[in-house]
């Protein structure tokens, strides 16, 4: 029988793994271009994956800070950081792609090391995330929602937004 955790990293990595595949072939017009009505570009959507991860899994679940504000201050390519409202944020970001998708493999091997680092008891530890919203939440909840699912659905939206400028969404 497959352990818990066992499963999370595989899939952990399966969404890593297609996210990147969907980034692609993303240039930085695609990247920067503004969607009609109120949808965020697709510059700030991957920034988000990849900031949200970070947050999550080096504050939230390690207590330290993110690599963006440590180890990789300076050389995200992010021009700005994600404030916690995104709206205004969302539409003057602007990346340098080769820089974030470096970043985001850094955030993603820091995801795999701590994954492979934690004992099955430690999933049912509870975590306060009151300051972000969300109440208290358990290692498991936060790994499956808002590292996983959250990885999904940006990979989703940027789906879209390739399609939306004539390119191809997801990778197959």
């Known amino acids: 029988m497959m352990k818990a955790i066992t499963l999370l990293r595989e ?8 996210l990147e595949a969907t980034m692609t072939d993303v240039t930085s ?3 920067h271009w503004t969607p009609p009505g109120t949808a965020n570009p697709l510059a700030a959507t ?5 900031v949200s991860e970070d947050v999550a899994i080096q504050m939230a ?3 330290e800070a993110p690599l963006y504000a440590s ?4 050389k995200t390519g992010i021009s700005e950081i994600q404030p916690l409202s995104t709206a205004e944020w969302a539409r003057r970001v ?4 080769p820089a974030l998708r470096a970043y985001a493999q850094a955030v993603h091997a820091a995801t795999d090391a701590y994954l492979a680092s934690l004992l099955e008891p ?6 306060d995330l009151s300051s972000f919203g969300l109440g ?11 590292v996983l699912g959250h990885i999904d659905n940006m990979c989703g939206e940027i789906s879209v937004l390739k399609g939306l400028q004539g390119g191809r969404g997801y990778p197959m």
């Open 11 to 18: 899939q952990v990595q399966q969404a890593h793994d297609f």
């Open 29 to 31: 017009e695609q990247a």
């Open 46 to 50: 991957y920034v988000h994956a990849i």
């Open 61 to 63: 679940l390690r207590g």
């Open 71 to 74: 180890a990789w201050e300076g």
């Open 94 to 97: 602007k990346v340098d792609l």
């Open 122 to 127: 430690e999933l049912e530890r509870v975590v």
């Open 136 to 146: 208290q939440m358990t290692v498991v909840s936060i790994l499956n929602r808002l």
